[in-house]
């Protein structure tokens, strides 16, 4: 073999569980490099409750969703759960009255009562071309899995303007930034402003084992190094799994969001009409009371639900 290969397979594990894999397969120097995703249905979590949201980003988010119109992006690297959350999304606003269509490459998992188009570019259908054909097939929500270039970031702006609620993907690596990629994609500043409602970030860190989690002794400064506060900095218990049999001795079992997410408020519009940079759209979003994705790391980290080293692992100092 000497090209990439792109694979699934699907198995059956007994009582009834399915398993998908995704794998992929890269020609390397001594064979070949083969890399497997598992995809457990059974494990499909879409209660929003339970991703990982606090309780007044949920509410932030649950209102932006229930907007008649307008646009929701989630971002974040791949694997970082965006999918499952804009699922989770959808589950939330998946009723008989509401007509729902979704363009994804590939359809990880079948969701009762959801138009979803599986992406074949080979034969011309990509993002662009099902969103166009959406359009004509009187959707009242409408969410494309990653917005890719200037034409089907065009064609999902001006739908959300005219009465759609669009969900879509980029990866970039926090909100703010967001609205760069999209105005160095080519769209105004004007249509930015007018159709986005919500940006989210996000990341998955490790949880830790429920079985073998301890107190461990970290010093104040490293707290404060973090981002801890320091006058929060004596009153902050830290917690680092031992190893078990349960978690295979890796002291993590299970993985939860840690999001960051960016109302797209008058203030935020206004910086955006007036061609802020990130940075300040980033310190003008804080001031809003947005929670970056550190903020978020560290509130999961005061609560025992993660260690110290994840929160450097996964998310960059603010």
Same mark, same amino acid.
């Given at each position: 073999?000497?090209?990439?290969? =792109?694979?699934?397979?699907?198995?059956?594990?007994?009582?009834?569980?399915?398993? +998908? #894999?995704?794998?992929?397969?890269?020609?390397? !120097?001594?064979?070949?490099?083969?890399?497997?995703?598992?995809?457990?249905?059974?494990?499909?979590?879409? =209660?929003?409750?339970?991703?990982?949201?606090?309780?007044?980003?949920?509410?932030? #988010?649950?209102?932006?969703?229930?907007?008649?119109?307008?646009?929701? /992006?989630?971002?974040?690297?791949?694997?970082?759960?965006?999918?499952?959350?804009?699922?989770?999304?959808?589950?939330?606003?998946?009723?008989?009255?509401?007509?729902?269509?979704?363009?994804?490459?590939?359809?990880?998992?079948? /969701?009762?009562?959801?138009?979803?188009?599986?992406?074949? =570019?080979?034969?011309?259908?990509?993002?662009?071309?099902?969103?166009?054909?959406?359009?004509?097939?009187?959707?009242?929500?409408?969410?494309?899995? $990653?917005? @890719?270039? #200037?034409?089907?970031?065009?064609?999902?702006?001006?739908?959300?303007?005219?009465?759609?609620?669009?969900?879509?993907?980029?990866?970039?690596? +926090?909100?703010?930034?967001?609205?760069?990629?999209?105005?160095?994609?080519?769209?105004?500043?004007?249509?930015?402003?007018?159709?986005?409602?919500?940006?989210?970030?996000? @990341?998955?860190?490790?949880?830790?084992?429920?079985?073998?989690?301890?107190?461990?002794?970290?010093? @104040?400064?490293?707290?404060?190094?973090?981002?801890?506060?320091?006058?929060?900095? +004596?009153?902050?218990?830290?917690?680092?799994?031992?190893?078990?049999?349960?978690?295979?001795?890796?002291?993590?079992?299970?993985?939860?969001?840690?999001?960051?997410?960016?109302?797209?408020?008058?203030?935020?519009?206004?910086?955006?009409?007036?061609?802020?940079?990130? !940075? $300040?759209?980033?310190?003008?979003?804080?001031?809003?009371?947005?929670?970056?994705?550190?903020?978020?790391?560290?509130?999961?980290?005061? $609560?025992?639900?993660?260690? !110290?080293?994840?929160?450097?692992?996964?998310?960059?100092?603010?």
């Amino acid at each position: 073999m000497r090209l990439p290969q =792109d694979g699934r397979i699907k198995l059956k594990m007994g009582k009834g569980k399915e398993m +998908d #894999f995704r794998v992929s397969i890269c020609p390397v !120097l001594w064979g070949e490099k083969t890399v497997m995703r598992l995809l457990d249905k059974s494990n499909l979590q879409l =209660d929003m409750t339970k991703l990982g949201f606090e309780e007044s980003i949920l509410r932030s #988010f649950k209102e932006a969703i229930n907007k008649p119109y307008g646009m929701i /992006l989630v971002t974040g690297p791949t694997g970082s759960g965006k999918t499952t959350t804009l699922y989770s999304t959808l589950s939330e606003l998946n009723k008989s009255t509401h007509n729902i269509s979704t363009a994804e490459d590939p359809i990880e998992y079948n /969701l009762y009562g959801i138009n979803q188009v599986q992406m074949h =570019d080979e034969i011309g259908l990509n993002f662009s071309a099902a969103l166009r054909c959406f359009l004509r097939q009187d959707p009242d929500i409408i969410m494309v899995g $990653e917005i @890719r270039d #200037f034409e089907t970031a065009e064609i999902a702006v001006k739908a959300a303007l005219t009465g759609h609620l669009v969900l879509s993907t980029l990866h970039t690596n +926090d909100a703010p930034s967001t609205v760069s990629r999209l105005l160095n994609m080519g769209i105004e500043p004007f249509l930015v402003a007018s159709s986005v409602n919500l940006i989210g970030a996000q @990341r998955l860190v490790r949880k830790l084992c429920a079985d073998c989690k301890a107190p461990v002794e970290v010093t @104040r400064q490293q707290l404060i190094d973090i981002g801890i506060p320091p006058e929060e900095a +004596d009153s902050v218990k830290p917690m680092r799994g031992q190893g078990c049999r349960t978690c295979n001795n890796t002291g993590y079992k299970g993985r939860i969001a840690v999001y960051e997410i960016m109302v797209a408020n008058d203030e935020v519009k206004e910086f955006v009409l007036n061609g802020a940079s990130t !940075l $300040e759209l980033k310190r003008e979003a804080i001031r809003q009371g947005m929670k970056t994705l550190r903020m978020s790391a560290l509130t999961k980290f005061r $609560e025992g639900m993660t260690s !110290l080293e994840e929160v450097v692992r996964v998310t960059a100092p603010d």
